[in-house]
């Protein structure tokens, strides 16, 4: 039954689709109750339609302000693309895509923003050692590695290394190549001081090794007067108590 020609269902007299009852006995016609509803849905519809729409479009907008990547926006535009497509005979249905498209997209922008972030720069070594060492080494880089004190310095006061330079090594590596160090260091079986997170031991060759598995720090110093010299240094410096 058309909305334009509506047939009573009490005497089936044919009305008009404007009217409300019928023209001959004067009954309700469900017909134009049928059109009012629809119409309705249709209103509501139209309504949800524009809100997907304005969201839809809000999310691409987001897009571009925030600079994400073309692979971001190439999604917001199609997006555009489809809802204009759809609306115009849009459905609950089409409404549920759309919400979902847009979580797509904003998962997209979030990889495309975190892929995005810088990296942080590497630690200088010298920076991770006590006061007193940085202040006594001199290194040719400000990086860390081969650094040398002077035999004057009061850290090797009282005849430590018998008024030589100390050389030392300072490096940042991975825990993995830290703990290779330390592997290699007890291969030697030296004197261990400390053994945990932090690793201080003096080496066969009263050498004195430092290293911290949880920062990366390891530093290999030259040769003592004596282990008990190299022991004493490292309490001056810092690295033992």
């Keep these: 039954m058309s909305i334009s020609h509506l047939v009573c269902q009490y005497c089936s007299h044919h009305n008009a689709g404007a009217d409300s009852r019928c023209a001959h006995c004067g009954a309700p016609l469900s017909g134009a109750r049928v059109a009012e509803a629809g119409h309705s849905m249709l209103t509501e519809a139209g309504r949800d339609a524009s809100a997907v729409e304005h969201a839809v479009v809000g999310t691409a907008k987001a897009v ?6 073309a692979e ?6 199609g997006l555009q693309r489809l809802l204009g497509t759809l609306l115009p005979k849009v459905t609950w249905q089409v409404a549920a895509v759309a919400l979902a498209l847009m979580g797509i997209l904003a998962t997209v922008l979030i990889r495309s923003c975190s892929g995005g972030l810088p990296s942080m720069p590497a630690m200088d070594p010298l920076d991770t050692l006590p006061q007193s060492v940085r202040s006594a ?5 400000s990086a860390g590695g081969n650094c040398v004190i002077a035999g004057t310095d009061l850290l090797l ?21 830290v703990a290779d ?13 400390v053994d945990g997170p932090v690793f201080v031991a003096i080496g066969p060759s009263t050498t004195a090794w430092y290293a911290d598995l949880r920062t990366g720090l390891h530093i290999e110093t030259g040769t003592f007067a004596g282990r008990d010299a190299a022991r004493t240094f490292l309490v001056r410096a810092g690295l033992i108590r």
């Design 137 to 141: 080494a001199s290194c040719p880089q």
């Design 72 to 77: 971001a926006a190439t999604v917001a535009s």
């Design 64 to 69: 571009a302000d925030t600079g994400a990547t």
């Design 181 to 193: 160090t330390v592997r290699r260091w007890r291969a030697a079986e030296p004197t261990v001081l």
């Design 157 to 177: 006061s009282g005849g430590l290394t018998s008024g030589r330079a100390l050389p030392l090594s300072v490096q940042v590596d991975s825990p993995d190549q």
